[in-house]
């Protein structure tokens, strides 16, 4: 073997040794992010499950919290005198923007985040509609009940009166979901 010989293959091994060991480190660095992707994948198939499952304790949830805290506006007389003065068109806006809130929130509850995912999207739209159909359900009952509905009401009146109360009652629903849980 010639002199310089035995030098130069050992330079040629450390710069393989080098290549080598950066590209570990490459791969090392693709398969930690690779992790995290998987982490954030898992987590967010998590709160999917959470919130597309609406059970009997969901249930039950939305119609304690519709009737402990929509249960005041039924028996509070200012409540009522308060409504009577009040434009239908004005009770569907508060309305609206009441219901625009409970998906926020909630969407923010789930996910603790407000970054768009179309599939917790849907999910999540599932399950504040069967809030709301429940929380209605409840209302129209109530409503009922304690004679606030009677077939002399005009349709405006009663729209008026059953979104009111449903305003109350599903943000009584969704803070004892959030009391609960």
Same mark, same amino acid.
């Given at each position: ?11 040629? %091994? ?8 950066? &590209? ?11 992790? /995290?992707?998987?982490? &954030? %994948? ?5 709160? $999917?499950?959470? !919130? ?12 304690? /919290? *519709? !009737? ?8 509070? &007389?200012?409540?009522? %005198? ?18 625009? *809130? ?9 996910? +603790? ?12 739209? +599932? &399950? ?5 159909? $429940? ?47």
């Amino acid at each position: 073997m010639e002199p310089g010989g035995l030098e130069k293959e050992v330079r040629e %091994i450390k710069e393989l040794q080098k290549e080598i060991l950066l &590209r570990l480190d490459r791969q090392s660095k693709g398969e930690q992010r690779l992790e /995290g992707y998987e982490r &954030r %994948i898992i987590r967010d198939l998590e709160h $999917t499950n959470d !919130v597309s499952h609406f059970s009997l304790a969901d249930l039950g949830q939305a119609v304690v /919290g *519709a !009737v402990v805290f929509g249960g005041p506006a039924f028996f509070s &007389r200012d409540f009522w %005198i308060f409504l009577s003065g009040v434009a239908a068109e004005s009770v569907l806006f508060l309305h609206l923007i009441v219901v625009l *809130a409970v998906v926020v929130t909630l969407y923010h509850a789930y996910r +603790k985040t407000l970054s768009y995912d179309a599939h917790f999207t849907k999910a999540l739209v +599932k &399950r504040v509609f069967y809030v709301y159909l $429940t929380v209605f359900a409840v209302v129209v009952t109530l409503l009922a009940l304690f004679g606030k509905l009677s077939a002399a009401m005009t349709t405006a009146d009663v729209m008026t009166d059953v979104l009111a109360v449903q305003t109350v009652a599903l943000v009584g629903a969704v803070t004892f979901d959030f009391l609960v849980d």
